[in-house]
């Protein structure tokens, strides 16, 4: 399965009045994971949006523990991964690590989406190509036919 | 119960290339909104911070479903209220309205905590005081002494 | 001369480690601060961009002066207004106001842009309309012809 | 001369709807890029802080010009070093390079504060010690005395 490691350091901006990171923050860092996660699998985003005509793979669903706090200066790794595959959303899990200690559990729901008739205000699922499963190392299903 | 309500210009610059908020975004409204709710309440966060000693009321579980995107331009309703009281917790809930349709709900549990002995650097539940639950309405159980 | 008020909640996020605004959340606040100008003078952003074919008005230079710290709880006003208007750019100046005192004082250098040919990555500088700057209580410059 | 180099991919997040960084968030990089700066010479902020008794390094002047755009998925340099070093004050030079050219040039003037009397509401400029400035490569002047 593909995971990606991605190191972070945490900025004296991240953190609010108690020092901590203010949590919308965690939710920019697992954004970048996931796009890093992606290019992994050798979709660059820019380029993926042109080639499958997508408007952009949006978070539809959310859940979040916050084990442990981190402060400015830390280094934290976010381990990530696609933990499920449906036709046209998949979630990805995200684990931001601090050490051993897995600190912060994310599980984020994205959706395939694309502008209907290229009307840029509106969007629509579409069903993730095979071939973009495949480069995560999702074995096709056998279908039979 | 104690409702707060907030409405919320989407500026150009919480959205993304796609033109729709850009997620993490959101929860700095959420937050605003709780830091709102307080304040309804009669907690002003840099007074209650020094009145009850304590460090801050940081997120530690975050559920949140997005049903409806939301644009720059777009005046949009925040509802919160506390869904649940718990001795050192509690779930805030936030719904996000466009006119009538729920946007965005989102569930915030969050922890009343202190730094023990004065160390910055940690972090301590304590029971939340009677007088702020009684604040938002709770009525406080009937104890047998 | 056309001048915007806008009162300003500092909220904790906007705070870091010391407890006063992270200096780039102020630059989010003089963006909307010159979205609410613009709609002042008429102009809704999102109608505007289609009306006149543009693609943004980005900031080309910006000078701040940062001389009064806020703290998160604050209120405070941006008073702006377009100090100076070019042939494709305008000068709009904000004051962050902490009651009588000037707190901040920002100069923002906009161009007014579209993307030539229509390619989404390309920007022009394009002469802005005289009526945008008739709404702005400009008096246009007797002409001889 | 002391001189940073850092390279930052342009997310996703960073972007504005027109598909280019909203800009306040280049301030976010230029503000990690001083930081990195100090590591460089020795100064981790966390421990800076303690060891010199300062609240932090806070941004009192901004000189900004944006001369070219960068779009998500671009990968940047930004090139940092001190331009000027006062008593209590120091101004750090930033330029972000898209390859050979120039795209961003800033100039951060920040300020050596501390709490007086340890009153965290409280802000005062203190001198700069020498030994910082000497990592940084300056030559102390001679003095006659």
Request: glycine share 6%.
């Amino acid at each position: 399965m593909l995971t990606n490691r991605q190191i972070i350091r945490i900025e004296w901006g991240d953190c609010d009045p108690a020092g901590i990171v203010y949590f919308p923050r965690y939710f920019e860092f697992f954004d970048a994971c996931t796009r890093a996660l992606f290019e992994q699998a050798g979709f660059f985003k820019r380029d993926m949006l042109k080639t499958y005509g997508i408007a952009g793979i949006p978070v539809v669903d959310l859940k979040t523990r916050f084990i442990v706090p981190s402060r400015f200066g830390d280094d934290v790794t976010v381990v990530s991964s696609v933990a499920k595959w449906g036709d046209s959303s998949f979630v990805v899990r995200h684990r931001l690590m601090k050490g051993e200690a897995m600190a912060i559990e994310c599980f984020e729901t994205r959706v395939w989406v694309a502008h209907p008739d290229g009307d840029p205000e509106e969007f629509e699922a579409r069903s993730i190509p095979e071939e973009v499963k495949r480069k995560f190392g999702v074995v096709e299903p056998q279908r039979e036919e």
